[in-house]
Nanobody, 117 residues
């Protein structure tokens, strides 16, 4: 059974940093596509960052240069280091894990990130 659990959200002032973690139990992280998405109130869910099994990284345009995604295969965990946070980064951040060979992924319950100005 696959379970995706995010942690690390919270309240931070603009310019600060946070690190999110996502543990995907039942998924082989090294062969999966795993990523972070976010959804702000009244907006659609959008890609923040994604790491492929080939270690190729994709970032959403608004976070390039500020956020870094990484993966620890031994822990089946991905991380999102968020620096230089802005109020517009405020959203619920969701982790998604797509096991190799599947077209649909598994979602976590989300973690709230709030950036105050």
């Amino acid at each position: 059974q696959v379970q995706v659990v995010e942690s690390g959200g919270g309240l931070v002032q603009a310019g600060g940093s946070l690190r999110l973690s996502c543990l995907a139990s039942g998924v082989v992280a090294s062969t999966a596509t795993m990523g972070w998405y976010r959804q702000a109130p009244g907006k659609q869910r959008e890609l923040v960052a994604r790491i492929l099994s080939s270690d190729i990284l994709n970032y959403g345009g608004s976070v390039k240069g500020r956020f870094t995604i990484s993966r620890d295969n031994a822990k089946n965990t991905i991380y999102l280091q968020m620096n230089s946070l802005k109020p517009e980064d405020t959203a619920i951040y969701y982790c998604n894990a797509i096991p190799r060979g599947m077209s649909a992924g598994y979602w976590g319950q989300g973690t709230q990130v709030t950036v105050s100005s």
